[in-house]
């Protein structure tokens, strides 16, 4: 999990079986810790590794994505063997012959139709996706639609060789009527070493900060903030004058100004909550949306991840069924100094 103010927990007190064991057992113990740290080290290169093969295989992704974002836009048109697609679905092959045909000449019709009105590329084809996933509709507001319409791509951008480890996000807009910014920026700061603290608490690389960027809004269009009036009356001579002033407001654009993590210092736990939440927006942008963006378009990737929360709902059922079925074992075994029932037969006896 992302650490969002860098501080790590004190390592545990001794455990109760440690106490117990005699001072050679705890001595080649603490051996055996040492071997740990060495090897938490070693994981740490095995990730720094990792990374540097997910910015190689980037460089070969980034042509089929800069495709896929062509099309979207409209800027190519695919030809007809690449949209050729093999539907899976039973029930389109068992779909009647005549039917097949009637939807066709019906489709005929309706291409002939809107032939002039034929949209360009994929309309809204991120702004749908920011809609359907529900980790980003949170952060969705109405008057963020607009403006998101305008969004052509998403890329994920990885630190070069000898650069601290981090990722970036970029965000390509074309010329719009709200910001002067062909791209918004995120960048995403990683570590990957044990803490010398806690060594044992390694788990691989994990963020750590993370940076926005300076959003050129035109004049009357900053939808991250709002102004409000407000009437004051003067106490002596009863004159009214209107007072403006500019507060917050809730936007996805707000993402562009997260909250920074002071050195050295702990965070709130509403704020600690918020880059937290930001840092998992951020990995979810990397790991999901970005490489699987037409599969959270069509719904498909959306099924996935709902199949695997069943999945493991039904696990924790599954455990919670199993606590219950020992504690009505626990309620069974009665006290022996009380009478027991007598089985039916022996009853009828």
Not at 159 to 166: D, H, I, N, V, Y
Request: charged share 35%.
């Amino acid at each position: 999990m992302p650490n969002p103010g860098g501080q790590m927990d004190k390592p545990p007190a001794p455990h109760t079986m440690e106490i117990i064991l005699p001072k050679a057992v705890r001595r080649r113990i603490n051996a055996l810790r040492k071997l740990q740290v060495q090897c938490a080290h070693i994981e740490a290169k095995f990730y720094e590794e990792v990374h540097e093969l997910e910015r190689k295989y980037a460089a070969l992704y980034q042509p089929l994505f800069d495709k896929r974002r062509d099309v979207v836009s409209g800027a190519v048109e695919p030809t007809d063997e690449e949209c050729e697609w093999q539907s899976d679905r039973e029930e389109e092959e068992e779909l009647a012959e005549e039917l097949k045909e009637k939807a066709s000449l019906e489709e005929a019709k309706k291409e002939e139709a809107t032939a002039e009105t034929n949209p360009k590329g994929i309309p809204e084809f991120w702004l749908a996706i920011f809609k359907s996933v529900d980790m980003l509709s949170d952060m969705l507001q109405e008057h963020d639609e607009p403006i998101l319409r305008h969004l052509k791509d998403i890329q994920v951008k990885f630190s070069e060789p000898g650069q601290p480890m981090s990722f970036t996000l970029e965000f390509h807009f074309e010329p719009n009527g709200y910001f002067n910014n062909a791209v918004l920026t995120k960048v995403y700061k990683m570590k990957s070493e044990p803490d010398a603290s806690d060594p044992f608490s390694f788990e691989g690389p994990e963020i750590i900060d993370c940076e926005g960027c300076q959003i050129d809004w035109h004049k009357g269009k900053d939808v991250t903030v709002k102004i409000i009036k407000k009437k004051q009356k003067h106490k002596g001579r009863g004159t009214i004058r209107t007072v403006t002033k500019q507060i917050a407001n809730d936007s996805f654009f707000n993402f562009f100004n997260p909250i920074k993590a002071p050195p050295n210092e702990e965070l709130d736990e509403d704020s600690e909550l918020t880059l937290a939440t930001d840092f998992e927006i951020g990995h979810f942008f990397r790991e999901r949306i970005v490489p699987r963006a037409v599969l959270y378009f069509t719904g498909e990737a959306l099924e996935d991840d709902e199949s695997f929360e069943e999945e493991e709902l039904e696990e924790g059922d599954e455990e919670e069924q199993e606590e219950e079925a020992d504690e009505d074992d626990d309620e069974g075994d009665l006290d022996p100094k009380k009478e027991q029932p007598q089985p039916a037969e022996c009853q009828q006896q």
